[in-house]
């Protein structure tokens, strides 16, 4: 079975610096997409940073130049890098993935991770 077991997060103030991690754990043959999306209290859920299969990535407006997402094949991991964090940012943030397929056949339309809480504040 797939999983997405994300790591990171916590307490940080304006202008600090926070890495998320999200491991893919399974039998993977081929994932076509993965992101990070979050959700701010009282907000509906937005996706800030996205990664392709091809390393083609896009970013929301509001984390342009300070979030930089990536990944490593090799691990299976993605990684959302957040600098000069701002109050704004705070959410619970999660990872995704789209078009999940194990090695078997067995695919997935979207998985996500169990969530992080992000907390900027002075």
């Known amino acids: 079975q797939v999983q997405l077991v994300q790591s990171g997060g916590g307490l940080v103030q304006p202008g600090g610096s926070l890495r998320l991690a999200c491991t893919v754990s399974?039998?993977?043959?081929?994932?076509?997409?993965l992101a990070w999306r979050r959700q701010a209290p009282g907000k509906d859920r937005k996706t800030v940073a996205g990664i392709t299969s091809g390393d083609v990535t896009v970013y929301d407006d509001s984390v342009k130049g300070r979030f930089t997402i990536s990944r490593d094949n090799d691990k299976n991991t993605i990684y959302l890098q957040m600098n000069d964090l701002k109050v704004e940012d705070t959410a619970v943030y999660y990872c995704t993935a789209v078009g999940v397929v194990e090695v078997g056949g067995h695919s997935y339309n979207e998985l996500w991770g169990q969530g992080t809480l992000v907390t900027v504040s002075a």
């Open positions: 399974g039998n993977i043959a081929s994932i076509i997409g």
